[in-house]
């Protein structure tokens, strides 16, 4: 199978992020084998032509922390502070979740994320999880999938580490990694033991930390740590651990981090919306050398998946955190949606260049709203939303092709979500 779009604006987002205009790509099977001027087309190869003039190229956007799913609890619970929320309207909620309204969540809330230009997620549920990966698989978009150990609901790490095994090289879409829910939620032989697991089985372990200031307090009372310190100190910081929000931290657990080479995704809208206060300091994380990511975390806490309003989020509040316009470039807020994405969940993606997945979107660059072009990166950042979004491939597949889904029956999606 071959895929060759023609004439593209190219965001190549290589090691010296050139853009390359009027530019083909051509796609052989699940990977990306030349990008150039005028690549030859003959003997009825590719199969598919693309015609991309006045379409922006550029990687899929990978969405690093999210729970998705929870589209069926948006809306629900509104206005609550973070513990709140979660003790007396999500977890409750979450208890009466069957497999198949699991799988109903995850259709919906992944034709929102493709719409929205995510080629990838990071997902942490608690319910239903095969479910997930089912999803993933029948829409095309890739996965990378945990059951997650909460102790406080009776969620255990056998069942999480299963689930792991279980997936794990089967299928070239979902990528099973391990997640304990956070240090308030498990005991420190679970987090452990889970970590443990998850180097054995050379998978990524994935948690939530110091999202709030009670959990620092919590913490700080319990295991007299900090908790970037404290997960330092019982052997979980590494370069394959990933830890959402970290909106509360002290310099020396940025610095910390970043010698770990820890990745931190910052999940701001929900950080915003649930009233946690503390702006995870992005620009600092990544002068230290952690891997910062961007996430939306779920639709109940964000309302939506719309990574381009991450990306924009995530710049603006740096600028207004420092008091500094230029403390961020805007390319590395690309980045971190893009090539550490990848990084973090250690797929060959995140670029368009030779030898990597296609994992490729086009966005409309003749919209109102993408013109004029003086700096394209930033048009991508600030300006642009799902609405510019018009075709995804994914693997090598053509998952949207002119804002229509060609997996699935959307429509027929929306009418199951509505009915359950
Ligand atoms: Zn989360």
Redesign the pocket.
Known sequence: MSILIKNATVVTQNATREIIDNCDILITNNKIESIGKNLKTENGKPETIIDATGKIAMPGLINS???VAMTLLRGLGEDLPLQEWLEKKIWPAEAKLTGKDVYNGTMLGICEMLRSGVTCFND?YLVGVDEIAKACIETGIRGSLSDAAIATIGHKLDRAIAFAKKWKGKNSLVTPHISCHSIYACPEDMLIKAKESADKEKLKFHM?ISETRKEIFDCLEKTKKYPIDYLDNIGLLDENTIL??AGWVTKREIALAGKKKATIVN?PI?NLKLATGGICQITEFDQQGANVCL?T??AA?NNSLNMFETMKMSSLLQKHHYWKADVLPTQRILDFATINGAKALGINAGSIEKGKLADIILLDGKAANMLPRNDLISNIVYAAGPQNVTDVIINGKIVMRERVIQTVDEEKIVDSFRQI
């Open positions: 922390h999210t729970h942490m939530h959402a929000h999940c929900s996430g975390d779920g806490s």
